[in-house]
């Protein structure tokens, strides 16, 4: 009974590769969020959807594309990874997206070799 | 461009004392404040918060201090027990067009020693 569920913890993947990360949560929350928490410890937004509607998008390479099929679900896709892509991605949501009053999941720590 | 700012990466203090983590920010426009805690492997959970109209928000051993003048914010944890060893980051909402943006420190590593 995880509120926000991300898999997988783990992902080793070679360069060039495609691969993607999967959040859920049981919440009710209308809002997700996808963070980047690279290896000077910045924790940077990517993407935010609200009822299935993006509506924030950084500056972010188009490598990498955020797909919500309903409310709960926001995944990550991530193509021709590079070595910059490592990083550890935490999922999170809210209810309404105010910038506060997040829960985020546990992340996923990816390595590009 | 860090408009979040937390100076000190680790803090040490003794079991019962009180911690001190401070946060710097920039930008005027911010108008609510939070601080996160995370624990090794797990994400950040939300532990404070202050609106920009406060200068002190106090919810048991946690209270946050706003000095808005200074543009400075301070979590003080008090007493301090093991189970506060942690990171803790500091972060501020602003509006960003129709929606709200969190900008984020870098985390202060807080080591409760018994």
């Known amino acids: 009974d995880t509120a926000v569920s991300q898999t997988p913890k783990y992902l080793v993947t070679q360069m060039g590769n495609d691969k993607s990360i999967k959040c859920e949560q049981n919440?009710?929350?209308?809002?997700m969020y996808w963070y980047k928490q690279d290896s000077k410890k910045f924790l940077k937004i990517m993407f935010s959807y609200n009822n299935k509607e993006l509506i924030i998008n950084e500056t972010v390479p188009n490598r990498f594309s955020p797909k919500s099929p309903d409310k709960a679900h926001l995944n990550l896709h991530i193509n021709s990874l590079e070595l910059g892509d490592s990083a550890v991605y935490f999922c999170?949501?809210?209810?309404?997206?105010?910038?506060?009053?997040?829960?985020f999941g546990s992340g996923t720590r990816l390595t590009v070799v | 461009d860090q408009q979040v700012k937390q100076n000190s990466p680790s803090l040490s203090v003794q079991e019962g004392r009180i911690s001190i983590l401070n946060c710097d920010y920039t930008n005027s426009m911010f108008d609510y404040f939070l601080w996160y805690k995370k624990y090794p492997a797990e994400g950040p959970t939300f532990l404070i918060s202050?609106?920009?109209i406060k200068d002190k928000n106090e919810d048991g051993r946690f209270t946050v201090f706003l000095n808005k003048s200074a543009k400075h914010l301070s979590l003080h944890i008090v007493p301090s027990q093991p189970g506060d060893s942690a990171v803790y980051f500091c972060?501020?909402?602003?509006?960003?067009?129709?929606?709200?943006?969190?900008?984020w420190g870098l985390g202060t590593s807080l080591a409760v020693n018994p």
């Open positions: 919440l009710g929350h209308d809002t």
């Open positions: 999170a949501s809210s209810l309404g997206h105010r910038g506060y009053g997040y829960t």
């Open positions: 972060a501020a909402s602003i509006n960003a067009g129709n929606n709200r943006k969190l900008i």
């Open positions: 202050i609106s920009s």
